[in-house]
Structure formats: structure tokens, C-alpha cells
Nanobody
């Protein structure tokens, strides 16, 4: 079982920055992939960014060049630095972990609101 706890969401003006953090209850060495997804009202949950055990990263086209995902192995955590935020980035952001290549775990979500 993997528990994920997100933090760092909030309200920011367009063009501003936020940094999301996700703390895992297990060593992230035991996790295949960690990532961030988001879900806006009335829309499906979508991938934002992922990072593998080998530190390979993947980003949605809509956030490339603005968001950066990183890992802190010592703290078993993953971060999402979000810069140049836009109103369309407003959503609930969820941390995700994949273990044993087939088990998905989710955090409770953190709200990000970008005002225009």
C-alpha cells in the first residue's frame, strides 16, 4: 500500500507560480513511476507530468516549458514547479504512483486556482 499526501495548492494570479509537493509513505525507489494529473470541473482527469525511476520525464503539451517535475529521494517526495500559470491550469491536481507496473495509487488532490 502506498499513501500519497499532496500539498502546495492555492490561489494565484495568472503569470504566477506555485510548487506542489507529494509525500509518499514508501521509498520512491519501490515505485516505477510518479506523476501529477489534474481534473478541471466537467472534464476528465488528464496527465500533467510523470517521472520514472530512472528520472525520465514526460509532460503534457499544454504545460511543456512552464512546469517542471522533480524527485527528492531523501524525502520520498515528488514536486511540481508550475510557472507562468494560466487560468486554464485551474483544476484539482492529483499525485499518482505506479508500483509493480500495475498498481495505481492516488493522493486526495489539491486545488489550484489561477485567476485572470
Amino acid at each position: 500500500q502506498v499513501q500519497l499526501v499532496e500539498s502546495g495548492g492555492g490561489l494565484v494570479q495568472a503569470g504566477g507560480s506555485l510548487r506542489l509537493s507529494c509525500a509518499a509513505s514508501v521509498s520512491i525507489f519501490s515505485v516505477n513511476v510518479m506523476g501529477w494529473y489534474r481534473q478541471a470541473p466537467g472534464k476528465q482527469r488528464e496527465l500533467v507530468a510523470t517521472i520514472t525511476g530512472g528520472s525520465s520525464t514526460n509532460y503534457a503539451d499544454s504545460v511543456k516549458g512552464r512546469f517542471t517535475i522533480s524527485r527528492d529521494i531523501a524525502k520520498n517526495s515528488v514536486h511540481l514547479q508550475m510557472d507562468s500559470l494560466k487560468p486554464e491550469d485551474t483544476a484539482v491536481y492529483y499525485c499518482n504512483a505506479v508500483r509493480n507496473y500495475n498498481r495505481n495509487y492516488w493522493g486526495q488532490g489539491t486545488q489550484v486556482t489561477v485567476s485572470s
